[in-house]
């Protein structure tokens, strides 16, 4: 008895599943259906209800996270008011580089 008792149970959740999807369904087509109607009736287009979805957007998310981070306002701020920064744009060269040999020109 207990087995019949639960497969009707079963059943009828089943049921009130089905019918909740079916009235889910039935409200996104009326609502559809209004903008649709709607956008007929004021002569504008109908725009499509879309996701937009970036596969790159989670590369650059992470890519972002793994980049070292600039000074902050606050940091430049507290060099300069302590006197440890260099303001102008160019360096002078001095020859201390190391890692680069020059070449002679080539004349094309």
Do not use: I
């Given at each position: 008895?207990?087995?019949?008792?639960?497969?009707?149970?079963?059943?009828?959740?089943g049921l009130v599943f089905a019918a909740s999807l079916?009235?889910?369904?039935?409200?996104?087509a009326a609502v559809w259906g209004l903008r649709?109607?709607?956008?007929?009736?004021?002569?504008?287009?109908?725009?499509?209800?879309?996701?937009?979805f970036d596969p790159r957007g989670g590369f650059d998310m992470f890519r972002?996270?793994?980049?070292?981070?600039?000074?902050s306002a606050a940091d430049v701020a507290a060099a300069r008011a302590m006197g440890e920064t260099d303001d102008s744009p160019v360096r002078p060269i001095d020859?201390?580089?190391?890692?680069?040999?020059?070449?002679?020109?080539?004349?094309?």
């Open positions: 008895m207990f087995n019949f008792l639960l497969r009707v149970v079963l059943f009828l959740l079916a009235v889910a369904v039935l409200l996104l649709y109607g709607w956008a007929r009736l004021t002569g504008k287009p109908v725009q499509p209800w879309v996701m937009r972002g996270a793994a980049r070292p981070r600039g000074p020859g201390t580089v190391t890692d680069v040999q020059a070449r002679p020109v080539r004349g094309d």
